[in-house]
């Protein structure tokens, strides 16, 4: 069935009308979901992201994350989440805005997603549905914008 299939059978059978998709090797941490559904509630037509952290690299002591993001310059790898050369932020825990999703983690409105992964998008495709998804989320709806406060 493969996951975009899978993605998608698991869209039309839900009930709710959040629908958050993770890969199975991911761990949240506590309070991890506030910070997407507070996006999503402003705009639902946006995709939310947590910040995807390894776990060995937390810096407890600073409170700093290691965050893998699509930056809006396309940087993307492991590396600590300094984005103060690409936004100018007086507060680090607004939303980043991303060109793109990492695929493993994201939360949207079932409805927004069945906008903007319809069947018929997967059955022409096999291992590009995030980029097909997030080219899709900013030009037909809201875009990608990733929440700091959101670590998993």
């Given at each position: 069935?493969?996951?975009?299939?899978?993605?998608?059978?698991?869209?039309?059978?839900?009930?709710?009308?959040?629908i958050a998709f993770l890969d199975s090797?991911?761990?949240?941490?506590?309070?991890w979901l506030e910070p997407l559904l507070n996006i999503i509630s402003r705009d639902p037509g946006t995709l939310a992201q947590?910040?995807?952290?390894?776990?060995?690299?937390?810096?407890?002591?600073?409170?700093?994350h290691t965050c893998i993001p699509f930056l809006m310059h396309m940087q993307y790898g492991f590396g600590f989440l300094s984005l103060d050369h690409v936004y100018?932020?007086?507060?680090?825990?607004?939303?980043?805005?991303s060109p793109a999703l990492l695929g493993g983690a994201l939360v949207?409105?079932?409805?927004?997603?069945?906008r903007l992964y319809p069947r018929e998008f997967v059955s022409t495709s096999w291992g590009v549905e995030n980029n097909r998804l997030s080219i899709r989320s900013?030009?037909?709806?809201?875009?990608?914008?990733?929440?700091?406060c959101s670590q998993i």
């Open positions: 069935m493969g996951i975009a299939n899978s993605r998608i059978r698991g869209m039309e059978e839900a009930e709710g009308d959040v090797h991911m761990e949240v941490m506590d309070l947590p910040c995807v952290t390894m776990a060995a690299e937390i810096d407890v002591i600073r409170g700093i100018n932020w007086e507060n680090t825990t607004q939303p980043v805005p949207g409105l079932k409805s927004t997603l069945m900013w030009l037909c709806e809201g875009g990608i914008l990733v929440a700091p």
